[in-house]
C-alpha cells in the first residue's frame, strides 16, 4: 500500500494521483496534516523495546456527513502494510496558527506568540516521530530533505555546467551598490519561500522585486541579510517538472505582460500568461537530471529563465512542488506518471498495464 | 526584448498608488529585521481570487474537496441563443474585438521578423474546415475564424520566415500575408522566435483515469430511484460529473433527496435541470448552492415568463438560470448551437479520438434503464436489477464511444468538429449512424449557421446538404 501525506483542503492533483493508482490497480491511503491535528484520534506508546503507535481514522474527516456510525468504520493505519510514502504536502496551516487560543485576550505582551509556537513546534516534533517511524520504505521527497539551500544549489549546478544568475546576501548598501553596478537592475527575493500578508483589506505578496541603481541608493546602510540577483532578460520563464531523470518543461510567456513581466504570480486572470511545452536543450535537461539526482531528489519543480540571448539560466528547484500546473497546460499526465512511478516504488508495479482500455489509450 | 521599466524606479514602490505600503506598518525595529524584499511587496486588494466551492470526500479523505463545473455541457436540452455568435469569415469580427480590446491588450513585440519563423502556440491549435478554417485558443477558450489560406500558411509553411512564405505564394499576396501576421500578433495567437525545434505541438491523447466520466440521470413524477445505491455505482466508476433532469414541476425536498444523497461522495460537479415549483425561489435556491457546493449549477425550467434571469452565485461562482422553455422529457435533448460549443484542452483531445458526448458517459433514464444516453432506444437492463459495472461491461455498451467526428458525415468537413460536443441519438438522414446530428443548423460548406428552426419549419429548399 502506498501512503500518502497530504493536507485535507485543495489538493485536486493528489487526488487525481490517487485516481491513477485505483486504475492501475494500486492501493492507496491518504493521511493529511490535519489528522495530526485534531482529525484522527493517535495514541503512542513505549511497549517493552518497541514504539506502537495507533492512528484512528474516521471514514473521513469530521464533518463529512453523513458521518458513519461511530467506531464501525474507524480505520486503523495498517502501519505495516505500507510499502512506500508519498510526501506530498503535510499541513499547509495548523489549527492553532489561526485559531483564538485565549477566551480573553492575554494580559503578557507577546504571550498568545509564545504559546502559537511552542504548539507549533510540539506539531512538528510529533510529525517527525510519525515521518521516523516510516524510515526504510522508499519515500518520493522526504520531508527531512525538502529544502536544500539556495546557495549550495547554485553552487552545484554552476559546477555541472548550468548557466545560474549572479548571486549575493548582503546586509550592506555598499555592497549592493558594487553588485548592481556590475550587473545592471537586480531582483530581491527571500531567502526561503515567499509569503504572503492580509492587512487592511489588501494582500502583500513578496513576488520577485526589481531594484535599480537609485531604489539602491534609497535604501540605509546596513539591512537585515538579503538575497540579491542579477535581474535576466527574459525571452520566457520555464518550469521544469522532474521525475526519473525525465524534464517536462513549459514555457511562461510572462514578458510581455507588465503586471507579470518580473514575476509571473503576479497573475493576470483576464489575459492569461501563454503557457506551453517547451523542449529543454539536451545539455540543460541532463544536468538538471544530474543535479537532482545528486541533491538525492527524486522529483522537483525548477525554475529557470530563457533568456534573449538564448541562455538557460537556472534559479532554483523546489523539490515537493506543485505539478498539476504544468501537467494540466501541456497535458503532460504527469498525475499517472507519479503514480506509476510511486507503484514502482512499493515495489507493485503499475498492474493492468495491459488492462483493457475503457473508451481510452 | 528592449526592457522599458528600468528607468522607472522599477517596482520601488512595491505598491504603486494602491493604499498603504505593507513596510510602512512596520516599527523601527521591524524595518530593521524585515529583508530587503518586504520594502517591495506588492500589494492589491483582498478578496480577488476566482470564486471556489469546496466540499468534503471520505473517499480521498478530503475536507476541501475542489469542485468544479464539468469540461463539457452532459446533456444539450436548452435551444441557442438568437443570434450566433462567431458567424464571420476571415477573422473580421475576431479584428474587430482586437480593434475594441487593443487600449488595453498589453504590448506586443512587433519586432522585424527577419530571420524568425512565426509559430503558434502550442494551445493555439488551426483546424480546417471545408470553406474556412478556425484556432481553438484551448487556454483562453475563444475562437478565431481564419482563412484557409492563412491555415495553409500555419501549417505546411509552419516554421518558414516570412521571406520564405512570400516567396512561395509568389509575392502576389505580401500584403495579405503581413495582415495575417499581424492578426495574429495582435490576438497573442502565435509570437515570433528563431528556434521553433523548441517548442513541441500539444500531447493531445486523452486518457483520464475515470472509467466512467460523466452521467445523466433522469427523474420524473413516477420515478423511484434509490440515489444512494446509484451513487456509490458512480463513485465506484470514479465518475466525476452528474446532470440530474427532473422533468416534473420539483419541490426543494426533490433536489435535496439526490444533493444529499452525494455528500462525501467523489461526485465533483451536481448540474440540475428541474420543473418550476414555487419553492424553487432564488434565495432557496442560492440556499441549495450554500450548502451542497458540488453544485455547480441550476436550471429551473418550465419557469413563468418573468421569472427568466440568469446569475452566478457570488463567492461560489453556481451558474443559476430560469428559463421558461419546457423540458419534459429526453426528446428536448440533442441541441446542437453556437452556445453549445466548448473550446478547452480537455474537449478537443478527447473529441479528436472519441464521441464528444457519449464517450464514457453512462445514463439511467426516468424508468431506471442503462443506457447511453436516455434518448438512445437500446437499455442495457434496469439499475434495480443490473449493476453499472455490469452494464458497462456488455461488448456494445462503449460501441458508440469511437464514433469520432472524423467519422461523421458533413461534421467532418466542419472546422467546429472538436469543439462541438454532438449527438448520436437524433440524426438527420442520409449516413446512418455516421449522420450529422438533425438540430445542428451550420453549414461548414457555406460556413453559414442557417436560421434556427424557421429553416427547418418552413422546409426551406436551404438544408445542409453540402
Redesign the interface.
Known sequence: MILILSQ?????S???V???I??LGGRC????G?DFDGDAALAWSVDGGEVRLRIG?G???P????E?AAGAATLALPLAEVRAVWFRRWLGERRHESAELFASPPDAQGLDHRLRRHLTLESRKLADFFFARLAGRPWLSHPWRASPAKLEVLAHAARLGLAVPATLVTTERDELRRFCVAH??VV????GEVEL???????????T????L??VE??PER??????QERL???YELRVFCLDGECHAM?I?S?????T???FR?YN?Q??N??????LRPSTASALARLLRELELETGSIDLIRT?D?REVFLEVNPVGQFGMVS??????L??KLAEHLLRLAGSGPAGAGEA????? | ?A?G???R????N??RG???R?FD?LSADGQ?????????????????G?PAR?A???H???????CFAFHKPISKCLAGPEASPGDDTGGEEAERRAGEEKAA?????PRAPGAAAFAL???CVPVRGARRSVICDL??QSLHFIPNGLYEILTEHRGKTTAAVKEHYAHEADEEIDEYFDFLLRE?LG?WCD?P???????????????ITNAILDVDAGSAHDYPAILRQLDDL?CKALEARFFHACRLGDLTALLAAA??GRLRSIELLAGWGEELVPPALEGLAAAYQRLSGIVVHSAPPWRQHRWTVERLGTAMEYVTERIDSPRCCGKIHPGQLVVN?ETF?EARQ?NSCL??KVAIDARGEIRNCPSLPRSFGNVREVSLHSALAHRDF?AL??INKDQIAVCKDCELRYVCTDCRAYLSEGAGLYSKPATCTYDPYTATWNPPAAAAAAGSAKGDTP
Open positions: 485535507a483542503h485543495l489538493e485536486a493528489t487526488e487525481e490517487m485516481d491513477w485505483e486504475r491511503l491518504r493521511l493529511n490535519e481514522m471514514g473521513g474527516p464533518g463529512a456527513a453523513p458513519p545592471g537592475t530581491t527575493k527571500p531567502i500578508f492580509l492587512h487592511g483589506g489588501r494582500r502583500h505578496f513578496m513576488y522585486a526589481a531594484l535599480d537609485a531604489a534609497r535604501l539591512f537585515a541579510p538579503s538575497l540579491f532578460e527574459k525571452s514555457a510567456f514578458q510581455r505582460d507588465q503586471q513581466r518580473i514575476d503576479n486572470r489575459r492569461p501563454r503557457n506551453v511545452p517547451y523542449r534573449p538564448r494540466k497546460p501541456c497535458n503532460f499526465g498525475e499517472r482500455a475503457h473508451g481510452g489509450r | 526584448m526592457d521599466d528600468g528607468g524606479g522599477v517596482d520601488a512595491g505598491s494602491a493604499g498603504e505593507f506598518l530593521r529585521l524585515a529583508p530587503v524584499a518586504y520594502r517591495f511587496l506588492h500589494s492589491q486588494p483582498a478578496g480577488e476566482g469546496l468534503t470526500s471520505r480521498y479523505r478530503a475536507r476541501g474537496y475542489v491588450a498589453p504590448a506586443i513585440s502556440f502550442a494551445c487556454q483562453r497573442e509570437f528556434d525545434e523548441s517548442f513541441p505541438d500539444l500531447d493531445l491523447s486523452w486518457d483520464p483515469p475515470e472509467r470514479g455528500e462525501g484542452l483531445a472519441f464517450n464514457r462503449p464511444w469511437a
